[in-house]
């Protein structure tokens, strides 16, 4: 995989709708960096998959970015099968609520569909928690994804990417992530070239534990947290200095403005700026490589 082989992690942003995306779009077009253009299904349920792809095709045509619409957590079968009948380019099952054995039967057949579809499949050991539950020690343990168990889960189901837990949690961190480096780089050395490693809930983490995670291998790196934030802060900030303006398009700009900013930034973190043309995905074949 050239991400790996470069020493590089490509960006899944998350979006839900025309803005977001387009800002995501411009920051990759202005870095010449791939990305992933990662979509959940409440965000699905929001825009419509459809015009989600739509929005997504268009915008490769004409910035010419290389992207994969990958799938972000999808946790019912029938999340994947709408990814894929949509024109996804890759799609993850994340079955870790369930029990180990339950996990990797129900990731089987999501790789089945996935490999059967022609795209790559993404899958989940390890529970990741939000930054608003409250767990001891042990818990947090828990929930973290075995190195072990993480072979025997990528050997049997046959997935392309692995989400792991190591300390890592969606939404923002109360204080300073703490994250188990010994942990990846034990799994990332137990599954080799097996599957290529992710790491969710990246909002919040510091420059320096970003680039220690791609150093021990992870290729995948999700961005969602910030990106709402900017939004939020752009409008605000606008509303507030100009009360009387009504016109959408003038509210939204300074938003993606204030997105543009913040993906611009992960992908020269990431190392992917300047990536673009090492990387065929333009709507197909998979998580953008």
Do not use: C
Request: net charge negative; proline share 3%; hydrophobic share 40%.
């Amino acid at each position: 995989m050239k991400a790996r082989d470069g020493g590089y992690a490509v960006g899944a942003f998350n979006t839900n709708n025309l803005e977001i995306t387009k800002a995501i779009f411009r920051a990759a077009s202005e870095e010449q960096s791939p990305i992933i253009l990662a979509v959940s299904p409440s965000a699905a349920k929001y825009a419509g998959m459809e015009n989600l792809v739509a929005m997504a095709r268009i915008a490769a045509e004409e910035t010419g970015v290389p992207v994969s619409v990958h799938l972000d957590h999808g946790t019912e079968f029938e999340h994947l099968v709408h990814a894929v009948r949509a024109g996804f380019s890759s799609i993850m099952f994340d079955g870790s609520k369930h029990p180990y054995e339950e996990n990797v039967r129900l990731t089987q057949e999501a790789v089945k569909l996935g490999h059967a579809a022609g795209i790559s499949v993404e899958g989940e050991l390890g529970r990741l928690v939000g930054t608003e539950d409250a767990i001891s020690v042990s818990e947090r343990e828990a929930s973290m994804t075995n190195p072990d168990q993480a072979l025997d889960y990528v050997e049997r189901t046959g997935i392309d990417a692995l989400a792991v837990s190591i300390g890592n949690a969606h939404g923002w961190y109360k204080g300073k992530p703490q994250l188990d480096f010994k942990r990846l780089e034990a799994i990332r050395n137990k599954i080799g070239d097996k599957a290529l490693l992710v790491l969710h809930g990246a909002s919040g983490i510091p420059d320096e534990d970003i680039r220690t995670a791609g150093s021990l291998g992870v290729t995948k790196i999700n961005i969602d947290t910030e990106i709402r934030d900017a939004f939020k802060r752009g409008i605000t900030q606008f509303i507030q200095e100009n009360p009387d303006v009504i016109d959408p398009r003038k509210l939204l700009k300074p938003a993606m403005d204030e997105m543009v900013k913040i993906v611009g930034g992960k992908i020269k973190l990431f190392g992917s700026a300047g990536k673009a043309t090492e990387t065929m995905a333009y709507m197909a074949g998979g998580v953008a490589e």
